[in-house]
Structures are given as structure tokens and as C-alpha cells.
């Protein structure tokens, strides 16, 4: 009898995991070059966004992360380092991963990640793999 109350526990705990809330990804919305804090790896609360808010246009899926290195003056701007954070909704050929680009004068890293809030420090995240493990793991020992 308890074996089939663990059973149910455990498919209810894999529904909830699976269970998609319908509303918008949120993310950081921010740009170090007017907002200081942008640039912190864990920026402040202020920052963060409900991408739904972005009304017209296409439905934001994702989040990026854009890191901009200006190595020497061009244009009559100094040397800078710009994060900037935002909602984003073509992801290309990188999903959850990063890559850098490079021109005259500079360079870039782009990130791009499917999480809430995943555009700020960095989270460890554990997979569903991992959690169905640990769940089967423990229904197992009992």
C-alpha cells in the first residue's frame, strides 16, 4: 500500500516539474553604460523584467546577456566595457550556449539562455534528468 502512495507522490512531483505556468520569461533589462549595476554579476532586483511587458512585436522567449569590450578609441569614444541584459526572441544557432564576435576596435560575447532570470549571475540548475534520477533513486530504496 505505501509503495503505491510513493508512486503517486512521485508522478505527482514529475507533473509539477513538467508543468509549464504559461506566462512570460522574465529576464534583467539593462545597460551598464546608464545603469551602474548592470554590470554587477548579481545586478539588482530594479532590473529585472517581465518580457510580456514588451507588448508589440514578436513573443520574447529567451534572455541575453551581451558583454562589449571597446579596446581602443574609435569615433572620438574611449575604451569601454558595456553589459547589457534584455529579452530576446530569435536565438539563432546558439540556444543556452555563448559565442563572440569581433571587429574594429572591439569585440562581444553573446548569451543567450531559456530560464527565468538566467541572464544574471550564474545559477547552477539541476536537469530534469537529474531530478527524475534522485526521484527513482528514492522510490527505489523504499
Do not use: W
Request: proline fraction near 4%; charge should be positive; aromatic fraction near 8%.
Amino acid at each position: 500500500m505505501a509503495s503505491i502512495q510513493y508512486l503517486i507522490l512521485a508522478s505527482a512531483i514529475v507533473m509539477l516539474m513538467l508543468a509549464h505556468e504559461g506566462h512570460a520569461i522574465r529576464c534583467f533589462d539593462c545597460n551598464s553604460h546608464t545603469d551602474v549595476g548592470c554590470s554587477d554579476k548579481a545586478p539588482p532586483k530594479d532590473f529585472e523584467k517581465d518580457c510580456s511587458e514588451h507588448k508589440n512585436g514578436p513573443k520574447y522567449t529567451f534572455c541575453r546577456k551581451i558583454t562589449q569590450i571597446i579596446e581602443f578609441s574609435v569615433n572620438n569614444l574611449p575604451p569601454d566595457t558595456r553589459t547589457i541584459r534584455s529579452c530576446g526572441y530569435e536565438v539563432g544557432n546558439y540556444p543556452n550556449k555563448c559565442y563572440q564576435r569581433s571587429g574594429f576596435g572591439g569585440r562581444q560575447e553573446v548569451c543567450a539562455c531559456d530560464g527565468d532570470l538566467c541572464n544574471g549571475a550564474v545559477k547552477i540548475k539541476a536537469t530534469l534528468g537529474v531530478l527524475l534520477a534522485v526521484l527513482v533513486a528514492f522510490i527505489a530504496r523504499v
